[in-house]
Structure formats: C-alpha cells, structure tokens
C-alpha cells in the first residue's frame, strides 16, 4: 500500500509545483489543485452516489424482508437478490468506484501531511510554509478555524448521502462522530491538508446539491 500511495503521491506533486506556477500563492493553489481532482473524480463520485441513492430508497422493502424471514436465511438472501435484480441494482456497484477512489485520496493525504517525501524541488520545498489568510504557516496545524471548518462541511456532506440514516442507528451515531473526528485530527494536521480537506468536502456538498435536485427533477 505504501509502494502505491507513493506511486500516486508523486505525479499528484507535480501538479502542485505545475499549477503553483501559474498561480503564485500555495493556499489558492491548493482550493484549485483540490477543485481539479475533484473535476477529474465526478464521474466515479456520481456512480457511486447513484448507486447509494438506490440502495437507501429499497432500503425499507430489505427491511421488509429481513424481519418477514428473520428465521431463514436462505430465503432471505434469495428475497434480497432478487429485490436487487428487480431495481436493477448492483449491491457492489458503489464499490468499485470507491476503491478506485481510496488510493487517489491516500495519496493526496500522504502528499499534503508530508510533501517532503515526495517533491525534491528545493524552492517549492519553502513554499510548503507560506501563509494563507489567517494561516501563518500551511505545513503547520491551524488549531480551530480550518478543522471546525473541515467539521462542519463533514456533517453536511453526511447528512445529504444519508436520507436512510434516521432508521439506521450505527449510521445516525457516525452523522455526528465522524464530523467530531475530523475536527480533532484536523487539529494535528498540516493547515495545507485541512484546507484540502474543507474544499473537498465543500465541493462534494454542491455536487450533492445539484444531484438531489436533478433527481427530484426528473422524479
């Protein structure tokens, strides 16, 4: 996993000192190089979120079925899969997106947390401690505004892909921990990756946003 998160995190530098050239300014240079992956991702983004939209809407006929042959499992499982097929859904369709996804986001982690181990320019090595907005240095944590930022976006973006959350408990209880969690991490973090962070997830709210409204739309 390392090999491959290294593997991903270098190219990924070379577009950070790349667009860094054009703009000058390592915190604006980070919203964009976060805006162009986001770009680059929408296509598995939307699958995945499609497939999650119709996995919460057959959610309560599955849970029909799983209280109707509690006892008998065999059944059960026959019952689902063929909810499945009759919804044409694919109960993996939103994996294979997400672990496309998983290494792009760990190398864009590792890059952020520690560009050192992977940009060998010297000069954009100094940028590494610019300063942006109230910021006074992006390789430093920035101890409240950007994690309760980066907190705040979190439970939004949860609460928009969770329209089943309210009968799943164990998903409810993460509506409201997760977004605590990226608060407090953010809180050791580089103000750089905390930053990337609060964009991302800023971006994916609007993305929601359209995508509800194009559903209901259509609905």
């Known amino acids: 996993m390392q090999a491959l998160t290294s593997l991903i995190a270098k190219p990924l530098g070379q577009l950070l000192i790349f667009l860094y050239g054009f703009i000058g300014n390592y915190g604006v240079t980070i919203i964009v190089f976060t805006i162009v992956i986001k770009f680059i991702m929408i296509p598995l983004t939307v699958h995945q979120l499609k497939s999650s939209k119709k996995m919460q809407e057959i959610q309560p006929k599955i849970q029909e079925i799983q209280k109707k042959y509690a006892n008998n499992k065999e059944m059960m499982n026959q019952k689902t899969m063929e909810l499945y097929k009759n919804a044409e859904i694919n109960p993996l369709g939103g994996c294979l997106p997400l672990l496309i996804q998983m290494p792009i986001i760990l190398g864009l982690f ?40 980066a907190g705040v976006t979190t439970y939004f973006s949860f609460s928009m892909t969770g329209s089943g959350m309210e009968s799943n408990p164990s998903m409810k209880t993460m509506k409201y921990i997760f977004p605590v969690m990226i608060l407090w991490m953010a809180r050791s973090m580089p103000a750089g990756l905390s930053l990337y962070w609060f964009v991302s997830t800023l971006f994916q709210i609007g993305q929601q946003f359209f995508m509800n409204k194009a559903g209901k739309k259509e609905a």
């Open 110 to 149: 590792a890059l952020l947390r520690t560009p050192q181990d992977y940009i060998t320019d010297p000069g954009f090595l100094q940028v590494l401690h610019d300063s942006f907005l109230w910021v006074t240095d992006l390789s430093q944590p920035d101890k409240w505004i950007l994690p309760i930022l």
